[in-house]
């Protein structure tokens, strides 16, 4: 009997372990860009992101339906000590029973299944397992997007800063030549007022840098479970240096749509709701059950847990309601309804997942030519701040005309910086809209 019951709790956990899977997303992607930080914090935020722990016992909560579902499969034993208490009739001497007794009675109740309804409800809640487990990954996928993007933003942020530090020193420069002019005839205060504004517009772009990038260190320290109070202490490589390191595919087998989280969630709702449909159907049948009695006492001649102080009895048939309100068949035609709001929205997730996927390609091919065609004008430009350093040192020009040129430099410098992280995170997004598959 104890060799039964062990291996009968080695197979029902087994069954459970079964359903305990690893969850598989492609951190390989991360490491293509070459950037021994970007790896360390995409590890980080997996071991400390409090929604990757929220996703992770979620899972763990599904599970444990999958075997509370499967407990139903095999009979229910209980057993409860009584005291029992009697009084009879004075002058009775036939009654050998005592006034003053224990029961223990052992009750077994099992409802067979025949019909094999609590199969397809144990089907339903492994449908609902794998949604949720496809629902975890894409939670550990657009966590993982936003931890890259937000690194890309930061690095972008911080070479825009320096740039803009150049910017401002140069135009603080022709506001003192100006100021000059002004002081000395050569310049109308209409022209010098001009390069304050000037400035001060650079000021405030300046400004906006500084508070957009603190906002992105803030949410960059939550994303990988840091407190933003030592968003300081983020170590970071350089814009410059940071690139994708593989050629991205310009053509995507249509498969991989089918690889996505989303797509994969809804089609086992989908088929958990159709599971649903058939134990509802079912409920239309009878039920059959055993139950078994068996109960020990001290009230008869009898020893305790003896043959001749035991009670026991066996019951077994059919049972089948014969009004119910119409319950069941509203609890058919709900999960019907239930079947067809997830059709459609399994059709429109498959929808979704083909435009989300077109979008991203086509951003990369658009923000190529943006790339290229910034690329083009900052290496025109230098070439005109080039010939403007030969014009200064000849004294063709003046030393205001040349900080134009450099001014000049430094935003076509933030514009292919702009042009080439909108690149970079379109990567980011192609991984996101393939479900990892890239």
């Not at 400035?199 to 840091?226: A, C, H, P, R, W």
């Given at each position: 009997m104890k060799s039964f019951v062990f291996v009968f709790f080695a197979v029902f956990q087994f069954f459970l372990s079964a359903f305990a899977k690893p969850v598989c997303v492609n951190t390989d992607f991360f490491k293509k860009f070459d950037d021994e930080y970007l790896t360390k914090y995409i590890y980080q935020a997996i071991a400390n992101n409090h929604q990757i722990k929220e996703a992770n016992s979620r899972i763990d909560r599904f599970r444990y339906e999958i075997k509370k579902t499967f407990a139903d499969e095999f009979p229910q034993l209980s057993a409860n000590?009584?005291?029992?208490?009697?009084?009879?009739?004075?002058?009775?001497?036939?009654?050998?029973?005592?006034?003053?007794?224990?029961?223990?009675?052992?009750?077994?109740?099992?409802?067979?299944?025949?019909?094999?309804?609590?199969?397809?409800?144990?089907?339903?809640?492994?449908?609902?397992?794998?949604?949720?487990?496809?629902?975890?990954?894409?939670?550990?996928?657009?966590?993982?997007?936003?931890?890259?993007?937000?690194?890309?933003?930061?690095?972008?942020?911080?070479?825009?800063?320096?740039?803009?530090?150049?910017?401002?020193?140069?135009?603080?420069?022709?506001?003192?030549?100006?100021?000059?002019?002004?002081?000395?005839?050569?310049?109308?205060?209409y022209s010098l007022n001009k390069e304050k504004q000037s400035?001060?517009?650079?000021?405030?772009?300046?400004?906006?840098?500084?508070?957009?990038?603190?906002?992105?260190?803030?949410?960059?320290?939550?994303?990988?479970?840091?407190?933003?109070?030592?968003?300081?202490?983020?170590?970071?490589?350089?814009?410059?240096?940071?690139?994708?390191?593989?050629?991205?595919?310009?053509?995507?087998?249509?498969?991989?749509i089918y690889s996505r989280p989303d797509v994969i969630e809804a089609e086992n709702r989908l088929k958990s709701a159709k599971f649903d449909i058939t134990a509802a159907k079912k409920d239309f049948f009878p039920r059959f059950n055993i139950m078994a009695l068996m109960f020990f006492d001290t009230a008869g001649g009898g020893n305790f847990f003896n043959w001749n102080s035991s009670f026991a009895f066996l019951l077994a048939g059919a049972a089948q309601d014969l009004f119910n309100g119409g319950r069941k068949i509203a609890n058919l035609k709900i999960k019907k309804a239930r079947y067809k709001e997830l059709f459609e929205r399994y059709r429109q997730t498959d929808l979704t997942a083909i435009q989300e996927i077109s979008n991203a390609l086509n951003l990369i091919k658009q923000d190529k030519l943006l790339e290229n065609n910034s690329k083009e004008k900052l290496i025109l430009e230098k070439r005109n701040k080039n010939i403007a350093k030969s014009k200064l040192d000849k004294g063709i020009i003046s030393k205001s005309d040349y900080i134009d040129y450099e001014i000049n430099t430094n935003q076509k410098e933030q514009f292919f910086a702009n042009a080439k992280a909108a690149r970079l995170i379109d990567y980011i997004t192609l991984y996101k809209a393939l479900g990892g598959e890239l």
């Open positions: 000590a009584n005291y029992l208490g009697v009084h009879f009739p004075t002058g009775d001497n036939n009654i050998f029973i005592k006034r003053n007794s224990f029961i223990l009675p052992f009750l077994v109740n099992w409802e067979v299944d025949l019909l094999l309804k609590n199969k397809d409800k144990i089907k339903s809640k492994e449908a609902v397992y794998e949604a949720e487990l496809a629902n975890q990954k894409a939670t550990y996928i657009s966590l993982l997007s936003d931890v890259a993007g937000a690194y890309i933003n930061i690095l972008l942020y911080d070479y825009l800063i320096e740039k803009q530090k150049d910017i401002l020193k140069n135009k603080n420069l022709n506001v003192d030549f100006e100021n000059k002019k002004f002081q000395f005839g050569i310049s109308d205060e400035l001060k517009n650079e000021v405030d772009y300046f400004d906006n840098l500084i508070k957009n990038q603190k906002t992105m260190l803030y949410n960059f320290s939550t994303l990988i479970g840091e407190s933003a109070v030592n968003f300081e202490e983020i170590k970071r490589g350089k814009i410059e240096d940071f690139d994708y390191t593989e050629s991205i595919p310009e053509i995507i087998c249509s498969d991989l």
